[in-house]
């Protein structure tokens, strides 16, 4: 079955053919580590992974480039700000940067270079776009010249016109367009600098994406390029100027854009007291609960985060927790279970191929969870009727099925061994709440749910229980008549 991708450039749904199956090459806009990474930066880094893991699911060989950019206006002015040299500063943020790849369970790039590593190479680029006639070097540095590249603002659907009312430029009296942007900066005596034919200076932040894209893909043209939506103009505009005008073919084949994300309907931002970073996220959420609220929209839609909806996808992951753990207590009961092949075809035809066929579509995984909800109602239905032991075979490749998918495409429950004892999977309320009683009241309580159950007091057993409930804590009666409280 083929793979249909939305293609930014194109504007329409197209199927994706790369050009040298089954290798597909795939660069991502990476982080400026000048601060911590927020949730927008986790969802871009999500979402991209979730793509590489499902071609890799479809038997594509992905190679993925995710670039970080180390040298910046951002960067420059923030050591200045806290008085620290630059590449300090830059050491911090790279840190933490893979500290929250680790955190959320994401991996690293095949390649992730960083800008101040591949200057020569930058150089030698900008060279190449002077001598084509597509750059010219002034006192304040090397710019692209816009009007040359006759196809400029073909990825955005602008015009030369719509750009100069429609952005902010800064101005610069050596430049010969208010539109043309920078190569290469001089750099001020107090600023970093590297060495090159026309003045110590840095490169400017869009030429280091077309080289090192090209550089590590080893490629002229990549399959895929990606990057969030805000980034289509001026960065990925002014990418295809100056990758095509020096190598005259087409920059990407595919570009893939991810929505943005807001907090409470609002733009998130410090001055707006709703920052929230990726760090302070996964000390309230599990990382699998941020990744499945990130898939209940299509990534190319906006998302709008808030603690209502946080506390609700908490729910729903934690309903796939008790169904697989009562898959593995029952494992202790029934071993192996066996289904006849023709059944297990049954299945994947209702379950797996609706699942694949949804992602085929343009990676639509609002679709693909519906896909595994009816999978996990039908296994909860053996369990609420009683039926598992009749349906053993039926219910353990249900459940191993749902586990494959989630962890082989979207990163989820690969690592599952101590979730069920995570605070996170509590309500924030039933949090505060189980913090404020200690292990003899729990003990307590335990013990007098049982004598009451002896004494057939029923329903002020079920009082108890709520009250244990209602502190974040799951009751269960066993058949033996104890009771566990987890």
């Known amino acids: 079955m083929p793979i249909f991708i939305y293609n930014s450039f194109t504007r329409k749904k197209e199927e994706f053919i790369p050009l040298k199956p089954p290798q597909v090459n795939i660069y991502t806009c990476g982080v400026t580590v000048y601060d911590e990474s927020h949730i927008g930066h986790a969802r871009s880094l999500y979402i991209f992974d979730l793509i590489r893991k499902y071609l890799e699911y479809r038997e594509y060989k992905v190679r993925f480039v995710r670039n970080i950019t180390d040298i910046d206006d951002k960067i420059i002015n923030r050591a200045k700000e806290l008085k620290i040299d630059w590449q300090e500063l830059v050491a911090k943020y790279v840190e933490r940067y893979y500290e929250d790849l680790e955190a959320l369970g994401i991996q690293k790039g095949d390649y992730e270079p960083r800008a101040t590593e591949n200057i020569t190479d930058m150089i030698k680029h900008i060279e190449g776009l002077i001598n084509k006639g597509f750059a010219y070097a002034t006192d304040s540095g090397v710019y692209f010249n816009v009007r040359k590249f ?27 367009d208010p539109l043309d942007f920078a190569l290469w900066k001089r750099s001020k005596p107090d600023e970093p600098s590297w060495e090159s034919p026309w003045s110590p200076g840095r490169p400017g932040w869009h030429i280091e994406c077309s080289v090192m894209s090209q550089k590590f893909l080893k490629t002229d043209t990549l399959d895929i390029h990606a990057g969030g939506r805000d980034l289509i ?13 020096l190598t005259g073919k087409p920059f990407a084949k595919y570009w893939v854009h991810h929505g943005l994300l807001t907090i409470n309907s609002q733009k998130m931002a410090k001055s707006l007291g709703n920052f929230i970073t990726i760090k ?76 694949i066929q949804a992602m085929d579509d343009d990676f639509n995984t609002p679709v693909a969870l519906s896909i595994l909800n009816r999978a996990k109602s039908d296994a909860y239905s053996m369990v609420v009727n009683f039926s598992l032991k009749d349906n053993w075979g039926k219910f353990q490749y249900i459940i191993k099925m749902i586990e494959e998918l989630l962890s082989s495409n979207f990163g989820i429950f690969t690592n599952n061994a101590d979730v069920e004892t995570d605070d996170r999977l509590l309500s924030a309320h039933a949090r505060g709440l189980r913090k404020t009683v200690t292990q003899a009241w729990i003990e307590e309580m335990r013990k007098k749910i049982e004598q009451l159950r002896r004494e057939k007091k029923y329903a002020q057993a079920d009082e108890i229980k709520e009250e244990l409930k209602a502190k974040g804590f ?11 409280v987890r």
Request: negative net charge; aromatic residues 12%; charged residues 40%.
């Open 150 to 176: 006759k196809d400029y603002g073909k990825l955005s659907g602008q015009g030369i016109d719509q750009m100069l009312t429609g952005c902010r430029i800064e101005p610069d009296e050596t430049k010969h």
């Open 280 to 355: 302070d996220a996964l000390k309230s959420y599990h990382p699998d609960v941020l990744k499945l609220f990130f898939l209940q929209a299509l990534y190319s839609s906006p998302i709008d985060y808030s603690e209502k909806k946080m506390e609700e996808v908490t729910e729903y992951y934690r309903s796939f927790v008790l169904l697989f753990r009562e898959y593995r207590e029952n494992l202790v009961k029934y071993g192996e279970g066996s289904l006849q092949e023709e059944k297990k075809k049954e299945i994947d035809r209702e379950y797996r191929e609706k699942f």
């Open 474 to 484: 799951e009751v269960l009666d066993k058949k033996d008549g104890t009771t566990e």
């Open 233 to 245: 103009f001026p960065h990925h505009e002014n990418e295809i100027a100056q990758a095509e005008a």
